[in-house]
């Protein structure tokens, strides 16, 4: 159990286009999901924080009107990654935390690797 | 936000070798979790550490949390080839995981 899917694993999309990117729980309720991105060698930094039902937690620095995130069930976030430039190509990474776990462990997705040309 | 800082960031051990990676906090947290990463795959939970002073253990894996709750650390007894991989630290505060550490890659030399 405690399976997090995200589609697509890869996108290659042009600049200036919008890019959206899914995270589900297979098997479990998430009503808090969290968005990643991870740099080659370096670690994941938390982009936001998405909630179901409400509106997503940013993290300083991350722009809310360029990564959309919408969290309409408890087993679906997305990400939309709007008017990508080749400075936002990167490894976007979702998880999931089991509704009613508190602060408990995190199911990771496999990644989406973004390319922007 | 919180800042933990993960040390080392590079460790290459002879098989059978033993490995520590720790993080270390300015603040207390309320919590940390671990994770490991094997290349190319995605972060996988190894344990939380909630309580001041904990210690646990999964076979050679042992994880404490220290007194302050500022500090944490992760031993590997008799390494592995199997043990490869990054591992990250994931500090808490409040109902919050905010900030993993920019993580230990381990190699293993057979």
């Known amino acids: 159990g405690a399976v997090v899917s995200q589609h697509p694993s890869w996108v290659i999309c042009k600049s200036g286009t919008s890019v959206k990117i899914e995270c589900r729980s297979l098997?479990?309720?998430?009503?808090?999901m969290f968005w990643y991105r991870q740099f080659p060698k370096q670690s994941l930094m938390l982009m936001a924080t998405?909630?179901?039902?409400?509106?997503?937690?940013?993290e300083q620095g991350v722009e809310k009107d360029k990564f959309l995130i919408n969290h309409a069930s408890l087993t679906l976030s997305t990400l939309t990654v709007t008017s990508a430039h080749p400075e936002d190509s990167s490894f976007y990474i979702c998880?999931?935390?089991?509704?009613?776990?508190?602060?408990?462990?995190?199911?990771f997705g496999p990644g989406t690797r973004l390319t922007v040309l | 936000g919180q800042q933990v800082m993960q040390i080392p960031q590079y460790q290459h051990v002879q098989e059978g070798e033993d490995f520590t990676t720790y993080c270390n906090s300015s603040t207390t947290l309320s919590n940390i979790q671990w994770y490991k990463q094997r290349p190319g795959g995605h972060p996988v939970f190894l344990i939380q550490?909630?309580?001041?002073?904990e210690v646990k253990k999964q076979k050679r894996l042992t994880f404490q949390f220290g007194e302050a709750k500022k500090n944490s650390s992760l031993h590997i007894t008799a390494t592995q080839t199997t043990d490869v991989g990054t591992y990250f630290c994931l500090s808490g505060a409040g109902s919050y995981q905010l900030t993993f550490g920019k993580g230990t890659k381990l190699s293993v030399i057979p």
């Open positions: 098997d479990f309720q998430a009503t808090t």
């Open positions: 550490l909630v309580k001041s002073g």
């Open positions: 998405s909630n179901e039902g409400s509106k997503a937690t940013y």
């Open positions: 998880s999931a935390r089991r509704t009613g776990q508190g602060v408990g462990e995190q199911f």
